[in-house]
């Protein structure tokens, strides 16, 4: 049967907006539950809400009468009515669908009153990577849909009915004490200030304030296609040059980047798989790239962990190398050197203080700030970011190729893998370097490379958890005869992580992605890993080779088993 479209949906053909504020079409969220996008249908008693309720042939349906504006107003006043009226000191100020719905349908005056706050209604820090704030959540549950149906990893749940309802783990828990793995993808979809980030904007400021610290940044890949957005440059704008000057602005005594450890990532990531295939080890080799697929494997699939690459991210791999070869280098001693790292992603912040990230013999990343915490500082320091000079990374650790720079999206960590991987075998370049079957939004994607010397190699690569859950559901019975799966705990990979401008959508993770893609093939003028001079160097005067003694201690970890700590579902 042909599927009708929604009264909001057909609205939408003909040009009319109808503010909405529960659904999310995009995950399939359509609850129909705020009740603020209800229009009259004739012949029906009671208003109807617009984005379940579906048209007919010769339906009459009107959705700018006096009724209507007067109950969609009601409704948003009721809303407000139960909200904190913090909307000057807010994390979502100008960037707030409540906000912008208020004002759409004309509320100026709140005509009710609710007692503020309940007493069991809080702000929950405990995981040091999200914050939920209760008292501001309006119960859309867009964030359980998330969790539940395209993460598969259900920490969300709704508790109570009609004003004493409540959305979060269940039992009331700390985040830290379920099996959330900080993918920050709940925050991206919330339409208020419910969700956000653990601040790390205030302590940054701190350091780079204090004259005895020496502070390095370094940004990962989806940023410079993202960060743009935050000062309305159009969506998919590569920023490089503009996010350095900026960094340089904000008082950062050297700026260099997660590029430069990505190569150096697949430097080892390479050496290892192709270690693991020609000794016979664990396959296929997954990547270790993104904390919130390692937490989940470490819950959801402990047996699995032997099958990760054991080479930390390149954020950790960056911190390591800065507080032992680059403070080596310049001469700075590294309790004086503080490493501060700008992600798309919420999860960072977990990673950075797993306690096993201190091979340097400090904490090798000291701070996380996501792309919007970077915009907040910029703006607070009243840089006129569209209008900077594009300026260029410092030296040593800087330099990069197109291989690292693919990183930031689905498929670009295996791209890069395959592209040095078959020079490593064979001694000849991969015939095309773009390896198109692992680029896209399809969520679950393969592709076979032949390869002199060892065969075919098969290859899959996952996003978003559900689809990783698809993808290891088949490894683990024994099925698809992979060598190599690269999983990323976020739809789109990382320019669509959980610490990205918002809204996100598909749209979205596609131009910035294409970004990327251009970033690789018309700018960088390296496009393999392999050929970065300055990890050529780095190898030469510091870590000797991939997968040595050095390596082994700064640049590889070990995973925890941490099973399932509440029920869930898949
Ligand atoms: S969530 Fe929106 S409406 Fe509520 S305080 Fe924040 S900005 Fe204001
Ligand atoms: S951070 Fe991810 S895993 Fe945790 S509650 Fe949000 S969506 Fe679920
Ligand atoms: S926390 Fe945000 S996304 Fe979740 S139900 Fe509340 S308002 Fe909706």
Redesign the pocket.
């Known amino acids: 049967m042909e599927e009708r479209a929604t009264i909001l949906e057909a609205a939408k053909q003909l040009g009319i907006g109808i503010p909405m504020l529960c659904a999310w079409p995009e995950i399939g969220h359509n609850p129909g539950a705020c009740r603020v996008c209800v229009s009259e249908v004739e012949g029906q008693r009671s208003l109807v809400a617009s984005c379940v309720f579906t048209v007919g042939d010769g339906m009459v349906i009107r959705t700018n009468t006096e009724r209507v504006r007067k109950a969609r107003k009601m409704v948003v006043e009721l809303l407000?009515a139960d909200?904190?009226?913090?909307?000057?000191?807010?994390?979502?100020?100008?960037?707030?669908?409540?906000?912008a719905v208020?004002e759409q349908v004309g509320v100026r005056e709140v005509r009710f009153a609710a007692e503020f706050p309940p007493k069991d209604k809080v702000i929950e820090v405990s995981s040091g990577a999200i914050v939920r704030d209760s008292r501001?959540c309006?119960h859309c549950h867009r964030c359980i849909t998330v969790c539940e149906q395209i993460q598969t990893v259900s920490v969300l749940t709704p508790s109570w009915r009609g004003s004493d309802i409540k959305v979060g783990p269940p039992f009331n828990l700390p985040l830290n004490e379920t099996n959330c793995v900080n993918c920050g993808q709940c925050i991206n979809v919330c339409?208020?200030?419910?969700l956000y980030e653990c601040d790390d904007t205030v302590a940054v400021w701190k350091v780079l304030e204090d004259p005895a610290k020496h502070v390095v940044v370094q940004e990962a890949p989806a940023i410079r296609v993202a960060l743009g957005e935050e000062f309305g440059m159009p969506v998919g704008s590569l920023v490089t040059g503009k996010m350095i000057a900026a960094l340089r602005r904000l008082g950062f005594d050297k700026v260099f980047d997660t590029n430069w450890t990505a190569d150096l990532t697949i430097m080892e990531e390479g050496s290892e798989l192709l270690k693991r295939v020609k000794e016979g080890g664990k396959l296929p080799m997954l990547t270790s790239c993104s904390p919130g697929w390692i937490k989940f494997c470490e819950h959801f699939y402990p047996d699995l962990l032997d099958n990760i690459s054991t080479c930390k991210s390149p954020q950790q791999m960056f911190g390591a190398m800065a507080k032992t070869y680059y403070a080596e280098t310049a001469g700075i001693d590294p309790k004086d050197l503080v490493v501060v790292s700008v992600m798309p992603c919420t999860a960072k912040k977990f990673e950075c203080r797993r306690p096993e990230m201190g091979d340097s013999g400090y904490q090798d990343v000291d701070y996380v700030l996501t792309t919007r915490e970077l915009a907040r500082m910029i703006r607070e320091a009243g840089i006129d970011f569209v209008n900077l000079p594009d300026e260029d990374y410092d030296a040593p650790m800087g330099e990069y190729t197109g291989a690292a720079t693919i990183f930031g999206a689905t498929g670009g960590v295996m791209e890069a893998a395959l592209r040095t991987a078959y020079v490593l075998v064979t001694g000849e370049n991969l015939g095309d370097l773009n390896v198109l079957p692992v680029r896209g939004l399809d969520g679950v994607k393969e592709a076979t490379v032949p390869v002199k010397g060892i065969g075919d190699v098969k290859v899959a690569v996952a996003h978003g958890l559900g689809n990783a859950r698809k993808l290891l559901d088949k490894v683990q019975a024994g099925e698809g005869g992979y060598h190599f799966i690269e999983i990323m705990a976020c739809p789109g990979g990382c320019v669509g992580g959980g610490g990205q401008p918002q809204p996100i959508t598909d749209a979205k993770r596609t131009l910035r992605a294409q970004a990327l893609y251009m970033d690789d093939q018309d700018v960088q003028q390296y496009r393999q890993s392999h050929e970065n001079p300055s990890i050529q160097k780095a190898y030469e005067t510091f870590l000797e080779k991939p997968l040595g003694h050095k390596s082994h201690k700064l640049l590889h970890t070990h995973y925890t088993r941490r099973g399932v700590e509440l029920p869930h579902k898949k």
Do not use: D, F, Y
């Open positions: 407000l909200h904190p009226t913090e909307c000057t000191s807010c994390v979502r100020s100008g960037n707030c669908e409540l906000q208020a501001k309006i339409p208020v200030g419910a």
